[in-house]
């Protein structure tokens, strides 16, 4: 992902992402793997507080793959959000 102002308080983040299904053994997923395709290819935006060591986060994800195998066009959408700590 693309990374703006990376050294200062805001950090604006966006680029693609390409998501897949890695295992559909688990007995949850059974009937959704059934529905949903195994790939997406999206658009994430979002931005980051740096406040040292920590760090806030948020995105948001634009999918454009259609995912549905079901019958209607279904598109995903996500929103991200964490704390991330670093050490050096």
Do not use: C, H
Request: hydrophobic fraction near 45%.
């Amino acid at each position: 992902m693309l990374r703006l102002n990376s050294e200062g308080l805001i950090t604006v983040v966006a680029g693609p992402q390409f998501s897949f299904l890695a295992s559909g053994n688990q007995s949850v997923l059974e009937n959704g793997k059934k529905l949903f395709k195994k790939t997406d290819f999206a658009f994430v935006a979002g931005a980051e507080v740096n406040m040292r060591p920590l760090t806030l986060y948020a995105r948001y994800v634009w999918g454009f793959s259609d995912v549905s195998d079901f019958g209607s066009k279904a598109n995903s959408q996500q929103i991200q959000a964490g704390l991330s700590l670093r050490l050096f």
